[in-house]
């Protein structure tokens, strides 16, 4: 009967802990800008994270600003590049810089099990690593043998293979983890930064600018601390690029304006032609 009861209350406290934590607090409404531990409300949450399409619980940790800034210079308001589907179209310098962003995310953010946990478990243990190391060993080798009779297109076609084989080697989380811990940690799921459209962001820019004043203080709903930072160095570019356009059309304007004056100063001056 005892053992009953407390298996019982086990299953209850482990339920309310997993599917709880990781919800929002309802007790406000965090308008403006807030760290994400305070809004997810606690520092720590179990998650159901992805794994190759596979979910398993573990803990996560809510990053603050300053970590986040530490993990590399990548905004989630326009990084539609973090996406499974559009990262396979990036070149392989832009991969190494993503992955190396997501990869220091998910080192702040796996508490249980950590990080390095996950690689000693995964990296020495992983049948499909093992035989992917193997593959790009006989494909090297393969490359070095043939490669002064091979076209430019099978070159590049090998090289190509040999960089994304690298990739899934020296990267041992999949696709999914990885963009799922982006997010979660940069809060993007219970934050409005992709609510803000351009001309959200050009009005704001344009208030500040003359109110002297931070063009965040123009943007109003639900966001993180590290939201603040990003929407202004945005919204500054948007401006910036705003008063390029401006000009190029002012001048173009003028140009036309002094042209056209032009023409009809020389059809003046020169003499008409007599039939």
């Not at 499974?84 to 310098?93: A, C, Q, R, V």
């Not at 508490?111 to 049948?127: A, C, E, H």
């Amino acid at each position: 009967m005892i053992k009953n009861c407390l298996r019982k209350l086990i299953k209850e406290l482990l339920k309310e802990e997993i599917t709880d934590t990781s919800k929002i607090n309802d007790e406000a409404v965090f308008n403006g800008y807030n760290p994400i531990e305070k809004i997810r409300n606690g520092l720590f949450h179990w998650v159901a994270v992805p794994f190759n399409g596979k979910f398993i619980y573990c803990q996560l940790r809510c990053p603050n600003a300053t970590q986040i800034e530490q993990c590399g210079n990548i905004t989630n308001i326009v990084e539609e590049k973090l996406q499974p589907d559009n990262i396979k179209k990036l070149n392989y310098e832009e991969l190494i810089q993503i992955r190396n962003y997501q990869e220091a995310l998910c080192k702040i953010t796996f508490n249980i099990p950590t990080f390095d946990k996950i690689l000693s478990v995964v990296g020495d243990n992983d049948f499909v690593i093992s035989e992917k190391r193997k593959e790009l060993e006989e494909i090297e080798k393969t490359f070095n043998e043939n490669k002064n009779t091979m076209s430019e297109i099978e070159k590049a076609t090998i090289d190509s293979r040999i960089k994304t084989i690298e990739l899934q080697i020296g990267f041992i989380l999949p696709d999914d983890t990885m963009a799922f811990i982006t997010k979660w940690a940069m809060g993007n799921d219970i934050s409005d930064i992709k609510k803000i459209n351009k001309n959200m962001f050009l009005r704001a820019a344009v208030l500040a600018q003359i109110n002297h004043k931070a063009p965040s203080d123009y943007i109003s709903g639900t966001f993180t601390d590290y939201n603040k930072s990003e929407i202004d160095a945005y919204a500054l570019s948007i401006y910036q690029d705003f008063q390029k356009d401006q000009k190029t059309v002012q001048e173009s304007k003028h140009k036309w304006f002094l042209g056209g004056r032009k023409r009809t100063e020389d059809e003046e001056i020169l003499p008409k032609r007599k039939k």
